[in-house]
């Protein structure tokens, strides 16, 4: 009797164990058809691959046969309307991928098919509608040589775009204005940050709940990737048009090397990844995510630098192991992903979270935690249970600030060095959503 007493707990142990080893994530499939040749999909600069306006998520991507396809679903519901426009471009070059937003009427804006050519950009015919009208201009300016196309939300319904003008190391930041109530497009910024005609900034941004815009960049001075450095900041409290140092010292535009404030001094040849992500909490204080390798090191590390109390802060999460070098031209394949970042407020502390894919992790989705960033105690887990290939994170930035509700973009994808091209079958296009208050 006793012994079987003790059989039944130690199996009732092993339920426990079970379900408390459960994925802490949920994923739903959009559809079963995604270009999965290269990284175009999943690829980080993608701002956005979800947005959410009031209950509806929607997301875009390329299918199979590289037609740019918009769906959308009731945020809490797994069945996805799907649509594939009149659209299709170049999904075998990975810088083309698809950004959209919605603006403060419900009408989505989308970019695609980017990468050094003339600007593709349409909205929709109707609020919440999947149909696309027609190709359009936005100022008409400084529109032919269209890469890395962004769209951010303002807390009023506007919406920024921002892209590169010009080619890797000799490209120019560009800003645009949509005034949704008007209906119009307007230049905010022609060259925010001068390569002067000697290097490009490859940058990040977020807007916090003030309005505020944060924008942090590394400079690069070639196309080859290797020749990335330092870490810079400027932040605008009116919607671009000035801008400012952390210490609210104000910028004499167009910003350049030699004015630009320097969070962080990383040299040359330290395997500094470009285009990285940020993040604003409530209080407009900014952090940055992205990897390098300190010169003690052979290894590249993820890093968190942050600005909290006055004081830029540089964290080195130090959990890889496995050395690489980044050197080269093209869309790189990489062992780990460029990573994103979320802070939210934990008591007194500020928590964040920062979300990645690495080989070390057999390329699962994987998360680090810590409940207190000026005290870190990191925890990793996984979010997946099988590999996602060479995926990068993008969120929902919009649900994430209203929900604190972590919505994924994944897809498993094969990248192959130097902008080639795999032959590999379609995968299925999932959203996967880690909730923080349970964590």
């Not at 999909?41 to 991507?61: D, E, G, H, M, W």
């Not at 003339?118 to 027609?134: D, E, F, H, M, R």
């Not at 890395?148 to 560009?174: C, K, M, T």
């Not at 977020?206 to 900041?233: F, M």
Request: with cysteine.
């Amino acid at each position: 009797m006793f012994s079987r007493m003790i059989g039944c707990l130690l199996a009732l142990l092993f339920l426990m164990v079970t379900a408390n080893a459960q994925l802490p994530a949920k994923i739903t499939t959009v559809a079963t058809n995604g270009w999965a040749n290269n990284a175009v999909n999943t690829v980080i600069f993608r701002k956005n691959a979800l947005v959410t306006y009031q209950n509806t998520q929607f997301t875009s991507y390329y299918d199979a046969d590289q037609y740019v396809v918009l769906a959308k679903r009731q945020i809490n519901s797994e069945n996805w309307i799907v649509s594939r426009t009149q659209y299709k471009a170049d999904a075998t070059d990975a810088h083309k991928s698809i950004s959209i937003i919605i603006d403060g009427k419900g009408y989505l804006h989308i970019a695609w098919g980017q990468h050094n050519n003339k600007l593709n950009y349409a909205q929709s015919i109707a609020p919440g509608s999947l149909t696309l009208g027609s190709r359009t201009q936005m100022v008409g300016a400084k529109e032919e040589r269209v890469s890395y196309p962004e769209f951010y939300a303002l807390a009023n319904g506007d919406i920024l775009f921002l892209y590169r003008d010009g080619g890797s190391g000799n490209g120019d930041l560009v800003i645009n204005r949509y005034d949704s109530y008007k209906g119009v497009w307007s230049r905010v910024q022609d060259n925010l940050i001068d390569g002067e005609g000697k290097r490009n900034a490859y940058w990040q941004a977020a807007v916090d709940q003030k309005g505020t815009i944060h924008i942090s960049w590394v400079w690069r001075e070639s196309p080859d990737v290797a020749s990335n450095h330092d870490l810079c900041y400027a932040k605008s409290e009116d919607g671009g048009v000035t801008w400012k140092k952390s210490n609210s010292e104000p910028y004499q535009l167009p910003i350049n090397e030699a004015n630009a404030e320097y969070a962080f001094k990383i040299p040359q040849q330290r395997e500094l990844i470009n285009q990285t992500a940020m993040y604003a909490d409530d209080l407009g204080n900014p952090f940055i995510a992205g990897y390098w390798r300190d010169p003690q090191s052979i290894v590249p590390q993820y890093h968190i630098v942050y600005h909290l109390n006055d004081t830029w802060t540089v964290l080195n999460l130090n959990f890889r192991k496995t050395p690489f070098t980044l050197n080269g031209m093209g869309t790189k394949q990489i062992p780990i992903s460029r990573p994103q970042l979320v802070t939210w407020k934990n008591k007194k502390s500020t928590a964040v979270a920062l979300i990645f894919r690495d080989i070390e992790r057999t390329n699962k989705v994987s998360i680090i935690t810590a409940k207190n960033i000026e005290k870190p105690t990191w925890v990793i887990s996984d979010l997946t249970s099988e590999s996602v290939g060479d995926w990068e994170p993008n969120y929902d930035v919009l649900l994430w600030k209203k929900k604190r509700r972590l919505d994924l973009f994944v897809q498993q994808v094969e990248q192959v060095d130097g902008e080639g091209k795999a032959t590999k079958l379609p995968t299925p296009i999932q959203v996967l959503t880690w909730l923080q208050s349970n964590h």
